[in-house]
């Protein structure tokens, strides 16, 4: 199917990452950054090239496509969703990514920083990567394979299509969100207008992954009040809210932060600290597989701020908890074939799948609860939100592959 077929990805690839598109978790807007509409805007102007009529980008800086059905069968429309932002973390302006040809196991230097150097010792999954073309940034920047490497993907299937006709297939929807790294990627979704009845998202890392079980998350917001007094006259009133900060986040367990945890264990996170000796304001997210245990990693923190309170009377502590996400595999449990269909895909495109859980959340996560059973499937990023990311040419092409047999799956299935 494919042996003629000249691969887009890795173009488009190169292209996208070079626009900025950092999302910001402390702005209010939808998208949080308006530079994430500069990508989405190169999205719908290319599909439209493609003959997609109806490609759109919203308000809300999400982009809405339909690859049509070319079968005569009645077959569910499928959706595959990757988001145009990049983390928060490092930054992405100016990215210059790099192709570093035929693998071998060597030492990648970043040429913009050498001090930056990806190694195999530092980089395991490298160890299936040898002769082929991995690409990075030059090292004082991420590179944006989470998730642009996604989005290429799709975008490549779209093409393959279009220029495959023969190549049967149902309706497809596509959908590019933004503001996925700061967990606002669905907020403003029109599930109404995506009219899709089962999706995937192409946002994972090893090559062969698939992914149907996510976190359950909620996020914690700590205000700690203090007692303001003039600290030369302070005796006997001030009550610092800085250090009942200190006695609350010293009364949490050590073993559930993230640095001591693994597996299928939770952890218990602060993540953001603000303010100054009347008031100090916390956050936090808690995560578990288990969506039940959430509520005892809630207890913790009131566990905690009583403890803080009897050292520091007169203080006070406010805690609320915010739903986030909730694991995607209560949802996919009740739809095997979604799941069944990437598993067989992946085996069609010459790779043997990997089932795994997800220590955190996709856009998947909360289009499963709200009417969308999406799980992920691997888009070949790794070592997502710092300046060591990285993908190799050969493992996006297994991604488009993949994303193309899925959609022929459905077809054939129906």
């Known amino acids: 199917m494919f042996d003629a077929y000249n691969f887009t990805a890795i173009d488009r690839f190169l292209d996208y990452v070079k ?51 070319n079968t005569d069968k009645q ?138 079980e996510t976190f359950s998350a909620d996020a914690a ?25 200190a006695a609350f986040l010293n009364a949490l367990p050590q073993d559930l932060s993230p640095e001591a945890t693994e597996g299928r264990a939770g952890f218990l996170h602060p993540h953001y600290i603000s303010g100054q000796a009347e008031q100090i304001s916390l956050r936090f997210i808690l995560r578990d597989f288990d969506t039940s245990k959430l509520s005892e990693k809630a207890n913790l923190l009131n566990d905690a701020a009583t403890k803080a ?28 074939q979604v799941v069944e269909y990437a598993v067989e895909a992946i085996r069609r495109a010459g790779m043997e799948p990997s089932k795994s859980s997800i220590r955190g959340g996709t856009d998947g996560s909360r289009l499963s609860f709200m009417g969308l059973p999406c799980p992920n499937i691997f888009a070949g990023e790794h070592a997502f939100h710092s300046k060591h990311e990285w993908v190799s040419r050969q493992d996006m092409q297994k991604a488009v592959m993949t994303c193309v047999h899925i959609a022929c799956l459905w077809e054939e299935n129906a």
């Open 75 to 212: 077959v569910p429309t499928i959706c595959f969703c990757s988001h145009v932002d990049t983390s928060p973390d490092s930054s992405g302006k100016d990215v210059k990514p790099i192709i570093h040809e035929n693998y071998q196991g060597q030492d990648l230097v970043l040429p913009d920083d050498a001090t930056q150097v990806i190694r195999l010792s530092d980089h395991p999954k490298l160890d299936n990567q040898f002769g082929n073309d991995i690409i990075t940034a030059s090292g004082t920047t991420l590179l944006g394979a989470d998730n642009k490497a996604g989005v290429a993907e799709i975008m490549d299937m779209v093409h393959f299509f279009v220029n495959n006709p023969k190549v049967k297939h149902g309706p497809i929807r596509i959908l590019f969100t933004p503001d996925e790294e700061i967990g606002r990627g669905v907020d403003k979704v029109d599930m109404k207008k995506l009219n899709a009845d089962f999706g995937y998202t192409v946002d994972g890392e090893k090559r062969g992954s698939l992914e149907d």
């Open 309 to 336: 309170l009897s050292q520091w009377p007169g203080s006070s502590i406010d805690i609320e908890i915010k739903e986030q996400y909730r694991n995607m595999k209560e949802i996919l449990d009740e739809h095997p």
């Open 19 to 69: 626009i900025d598109t950092q999302s910001d978790p402390h702005s209010p807007t939808q998208p949080s950054t308006m530079k994430q509409k500069d990508l989405s805007r190169l999205l719908v102007s290319e599909l439209k090239a493609l003959g997609i009529e109806d490609a759109e980008l919203d308000s809300h800086g999400y982009v809405y496509a339909t690859l049509p059905s």
């Open 221 to 245: 917001i700590v205000t700690i009040n203090g007692v303001s007094a003039h600290p030369g006259f302070a005796k006997g009133k001030l009550v610092n809210a800085i250090k009942v900060a």
